[in-house]
């Protein structure tokens, strides 16, 4: 029997496409990466009888990266960066050993199958997979096609039988927009962002921020927000003056009424005007217009267009929008989040989504009714030729979906009931009044039909000021007349919905990128979000837009940008050579670059005026070992130290707090240790500055501490403190805290593993003798006389951590609280209890994984 092999894009995924398609007889397993299962049933493909192997990948498979030396800052010329540096496909995660494993699921079978996302991303997606698993497919005979694509839009019954009945082939094309989309931004942003990081930071200590990013994407992001900025602190207030006439009809409500020459900029001119209708005691109706007019339901939703009600109505950024969104539709509640189309094929089930929500309490009424008086055909909107709009699939509640799923299931599913309503109608009336020789108007609206506007009530009419019922030529009693004055109001910030527009009208991003552009800009330090999710600048955001114009503007301008998401596209449609578009946009940006790096004093003579010299941040903190004079320490991002002096800066471990350790000083260099500690939840370690920035023995890497330096003798070093390898980890070593007393620990150097043990112990001390069980080192310790744990009257005892029966109730795992999830080396709470029986040799000096430890530390994995 033949095998079919069939990927899709999340987990959850393939478990739906699976049960869909199986009709719930699957049977399912779990593979060895820990992360996808494996669902197997049997059924019919090609008129025969196979076996079916559904799993999946987590997201993409590979990423481009440069080749390992070019990812060395210190010793690449970012100019490399965009010719010279061989880019090579690297696993987004290595971790999954995500080709290892599609590769032994799909040893030996015969056909493949790709349910990856139906986007250029997917298509980029598949193409990944290809390479993976080609070399171990069986051999297919003469010309036999093996290689199926399935196109979808949603979760549900009929569109997934539908994609598996319909298959067709990968699109080469769009994989390779993507490809040259990777690589264009790697390069440009990569040299662009080593080049102006290294400068400034090594010349100003106030930046806070760790990277100084430029983006081909990014940055014309961050233009329209400084545009803006830059619009509101050159307004300049400008008075002006209107007439305002309040009139009345009998005991009839008043009517206020606007001037028709609306405004005035001079207060003389103004003074006269009034005083013209002064002169008049009453009102002369000149004309009634009474039109019908409609407001029109909403096109149908694409992403743009949900990303800006989102953020405006929902007060969600389109990060976290994107996020449920895609939750929603792997859990089949919703379409294809991803699209850029408003207009539903002729073939869509309109009525067959809108039954779906014929029971849902909230808008059931509108639904039926829509169902017996029969829907309203949607309006035509724009066809992208990618995934119809965005639709609700079945019917939700909140308490399924959780608060934010919930409310933007909602607005998806009142849009979509709105596009098959029919449109809000109503009656304005305008009557038009003479004062003297001075026209004045008043309108009103009554609703005629609600609509549409009934499931989505924020668009229905306001319930404006009645008009009374008059006729050409009656008077009204002219109550009151004042000339007003006010002034001209500054544009706000940009509002995430504003921007979102601005980019989509300038081609920057795609659907699926622009929440990821804007997001960035944000954790960059570069805007920050004010109340109604505005975007204001910060001085860096600021001073670096303007540094840009003023070197080359096309930098910051959407026109470049635009013009190279065209190519992109003609390259996903064929009309484009993948090469020759890469080769002449990297020429391009190559020139800019060196012209920026010849033209970086117009940038800087701009940071001078914002930011602090390195030299005069900071506060004193450490000795050099060079000069024996006080480094200073700065806190701002990135943390580290600045010996002025010798004109040098040293790097530390971020997120977390530094301070002095005990004034000792490292054996190598003379420079005073300094201790990191992300908290008294956490881990902590000293580490000398002049160390951790230049490693001094060959199996060191930049950035270690002195819990895993290697000298043979020094007292923090790991050769004194490990006591054995991580029990969670692959490479860790377990290593003793010596400043944790009186709660005292031991963490792993590598992820975010903290032991408790001994708590209350007077005294704790590595041992240089090992376990003869596991050859983890043993640990002295001495306990207070009135809290020993210890049997009789003793206060002293030397074991095992892992394998002492004394030591067992005195030991308790847990996982460091780390202040930032980036923190280097934290990998969470990733493999379960018992990970790692049987490991490999590693640890303090050789050590061996302790061979029985983990039956014993069982018991402490609370």
């Known amino acids: 029997m033949k095998t079919v092999f069939m990927v899709a ?274 009102a002369k109706v000149e004309s009634i217009i009474k039109k019908e007019k409609a407001k029109q339901r909403p096109l149908a939703l694409n992403t743009v267009e949900m990303l800006r009600v989102a953020s405006s109505a929902l007060g969600m950024g389109p990060q976290h929008t994107m996020q449920v969104a895609e939750r929603l539709y792997t859990q089949g509640y919703i379409s294809y989040p991803r699209t850029e189309t408003t207009h539903y094929p002729e073939n869509f089930d309109l009525k067959a989504a809108l039954r779906q929500q014929a029971n849902n309490p909230f808008w059931s009424e509108s639904v039926k009714a829509l169902l017996s008086e029969g829907i309203n055909r949607p309006r035509k909107g724009n066809d992208a030729g990618d995934h119809p709009p965005i639709t609700p699939m079945r019917s939700a509640t909140e308490s399924e979906l959780g608060s934010d799923g919930w409310r933007l299931y909602e607005y998806i599913t009142r849009h979509f009931i709105a596009t098959v309503s029919y449109d809000c109608k109503y009656l304005q009336t305008s009557i038009a009044f003479s004062i003297s020789s001075e026209n004045f108007t008043c309108t009103g609206k009554t609703l005629l039909s609600a609509g549409f506007t009934e499931v989505m009530p924020w668009q229905s009419i306001a319930k404006e000021e009645s008009l009374p019922s008059c006729e050409r030529g009656e008077v009204f009693v002219l109550d009151e007349v004042k000339l007003l004055e006010k002034q001209t109001n500054p544009p706000d910030y940009l509002t995430e919905a504003e921007l979102i527009s601005l980019m989509e009208k300038h081609g920057i991003g795609t659907d699926a990128s622009i929440p990821v552009h804007i997001n960035n800009i944000c954790q960059r330090n570069y805007v920050t979000v004010e109340s109604g999710r505005r975007l204001k600048p910060t001085n860096l955001g600021i001073v670096l837009v303007h540094g840009y114009y003023k070197i080359d503007a096309e930098l910051v301008l959407p026109t470049i940008r635009s013009a190279v998401e065209k190519q992109l596209n003609l390259i996903a449609q064929g009309k484009a050579n993948f090469k020759q578009v890469l080769q002449f946009t990297l020429d391009i940006f190559k020139r800019k670059f060196h012209y920026f790096v010849d033209s970086i004093a117009g940038l800087d003579e701009l940071m001078e005026v914002s930011f602090s010299p390195i030299a005069a941040t900071g506060k004193p903190l450490s000795r050099c070992g060079k000069c024996h004079r006080f480094m200073k320490y700065i806190q701002a991002k990135p943390s580290r130290l600045h010996c002025s002096h010798c004109d040098e800066t040293y790097s530390l471990p971020q997120n977390g707090a530094i301070k002095l350790y005990k004034e000792l000083r490292c054996p190598l260099d003379e420079f005073e240790l300094v201790l990191w500690s992300s908290g008294s939840r956490g881990k902590s370690y000293p580490l000398c500055p002049y160390c951790y920035s230049n490693p001094p023995f060959r199996d060191m890497k930049k950035g270690m501490g002195c819990n895993e330096c290697t000298h043979p003798t020094c007292q923090h070093s790991l050769n004194n403190l490990g006591i054995g390898q991580c029990v969670e980890c692959e490479h860790g070593v377990m290593t003793f805290d010596t400043t944790s007393g009186p709660k005292w620990k031991m963490a792993c150097n590598k992820c975010n593993v903290v032991v408790h043990f001994f708590e209350n112990a007077h005294k704790v001390r590595v041992s240089s003798d090992c376990c003869e069980s596991c050859e983890a080192s043993l640990v002295i310790v001495d306990f207070n006389k009135a809290k020993s744990p210890l049997p009789g009257d003793e206060t002293q005892h030397t074991g095992c951590v892992f394998c002492d029966p004394v030591f067992q109730d005195l030991v308790e795992l847990k996982h460091a609280a780390m202040k930032h999830p980036m923190h280097r080396g934290g990998q969470g709470r990733r493999q379960g209890r018992g990970r790692g029986r049987g490991r490999r040799p590693g640890g303090r000096g050789g050590l061996k994984k302790p061979k029985d430890k983990m039956a014993a530390l069982a018991a402490y994995f609370v």
């Not at 699957?26 to 990466?33: I, L, W, Y």
């Not at 440069?66 to 995660?93: H, M, R």
Request: charged share 25%; net charge positive; proline share 4%.
């Open 9 to 282: 894009e999340k987990p959850s995924l393939a478990q739906s496409i699976s049960k869909i398609l199986s009709r719930g007889s699957c049977t399912s397993r779990k593979g060895f990466n820990g992360a996808c299962s494996i669902h197997e049933y049997s059924g019919g493909f090609s008129g025969q009888n196979v076996r079916f192997k559904m799993t999946s990948v987590c997201g993409h498979v590979m990423t481009l990266d440069f080749i390992g030396k070019y990812n060395n800052w210190d010793k690449v010329d970012p100019a490399e960066l965009f010719s010279k540096a061989p880019t090579e496909k690297k696993e987004a995660n290595p971790k999954l050993n995500m080709v290892k494993f599609l590769q032994a699921e799909a040893r030996g079978c015969d056909y493949v199958v790709l349910w990856l996302d139906c986007d250029k991303e997917g298509e980029n997606i598949c193409f990944e997979v290809l390479e993976a698993i080609m070399p171990v497919l069986n051999k297919s005979y003469a010309n036999e096609k093996t290689i199926f694509r399935a196109k979808f839009s949603s979760i549900t019954d009929t569109d997934i039988c539908n994609a598996m009945n319909r298959l067709g082939e990968p699109n080469r094309n769009e994989a390779l927009s993507v490809d040259a989309r990777q690589e264009l931004d790697l390069r440009i942003g990569c040299a662009f962002t080593r080049f102006q990081t290294k400068y400034f930071q090594g010349k100003y200590g106030n930046l806070d921020s760790s990277l100084i990013s430029f983006g081909p994407c990014q940055t014309p992001t961050l233009g329209f927000c400084v545009e803006r900025h830059d619009k509101i602190q050159s307004f300049k207030p400008e008075p002006y003056w209107i007439i305002q006439a309040k009139v009345s009809k009998g005991k009839e409500l008043a009517l206020t009424l606007d001037w028709d020459r609306v405004r005035v900029f001079d207060r003389e001119v103004g003074q006269m005007f009034l005083n013209i209708v002064k002169t008049a005691r009453e």
